[in-house]
């Protein structure tokens, strides 16, 4: 089945620098999702993205997909302590949804 | 206002003593499915329903039973809980049947088998 795989496991950054996470997948995905889990909370829907190269921006954060359609990236510019929370990449096919093992960040003030 | 409810929230139960958590959707989706979220894991599927009266097993379906005999409503049943099933459950729904679309997770219910 599909796997798609999430690095780094976990991130500690200073508040105001910027934070990267990626997936990668050995398989076309034809579609990513992100969602973000506040500590102690449910995973909530930011964003999906379905073309090939496409870029999405939501204030901060940057969504990228591939143009193979392969792997993803979430950026946050300037990092605040509202953003700690686990992120997590998944690829839907068919009904059955695949996660990343997610990415634990830390910001420190 | 629109939500996915689950029950109970917490609950420490025994070997082998059958249990059924419940995931109530008011939004008329379609589509909802069942994770555990494990330390080091993050969210596996364990089963996934696509409309009323469809079901299929997702990555870690064993020991799990699932139902959807009407819309809104999609229990997980575990006929016989072993300590490994321990973890931390969450119910989703979305509007489309394939599950490619914006998901409404419930709060989470965390289970302990002793």
Redesign the interface.
């Known amino acids: ?1 599909q796997q798609v795989m ?1 690095i780094p ?1 976990y991130q500690h950054v200073q508040e105001g620098e910027d934070f990267t996470t990626y997936c990668n997948s050995s398989t076309t995905l ?2 990513i ?1 992100w ?1 973000k889990q506040r500590p102690g ?5 930011l964003i ?1 993205l ?1 073309k090939s190269g496409e870029v999405k921006k939501q204030k901060r954060l940057t969504f990228q997909f591939g143009e193979a359609k392969k792997n993803s990236s979430l950026h946050i510019t300037a990092t605040q302590t509202t953003d700690v929370g686990t992120y ?1 990449c ?1 690829s ?11 990415t634990i960040l830390t910001v420190h003030p | 206002e629109a939500q996915v409810t689950q029950n109970p929230r917490y609950l420490i139960t025994v070997t082998g003593k059958k249990l059924t958590v419940t995931c109530s959707q008011n939004m008329n989706h379609e ?1 909802m ?1 069942w ?1 555990r979220q494990d330390p ?6 364990i089963y ?3 409309n009323v009266e469809v079901t ?1 097993k ?2 870690v379906p064993e020991g799990y039973k699932v139902s959807r005999k009407e819309k809104r409503n999609f229990p997980l049943i575990l006929e016989s809980p072993s300590p490994n099933q321990t973890s931390l459950y ?1 119910c ?1 729904s979305g509007l489309q ?12 219910s965390r289970l302990t088998v002793l």
């Open positions: 089945g999430q496991q034809s579609n999702q969602y909370g449910h995973p909530v829907f999906q379905v997590f998944a839907a096919s068919y009904g059955k949804l695949t996660f990343g093992q997610g | 589509y499915s994770y080091g894991l993050g969210l596996r599927q996934y329903s696509m299929d997702g990555d969450f989703a049947g394939t599950g490619a679309n914006v998901l409404t997770f419930g709060a989470g």
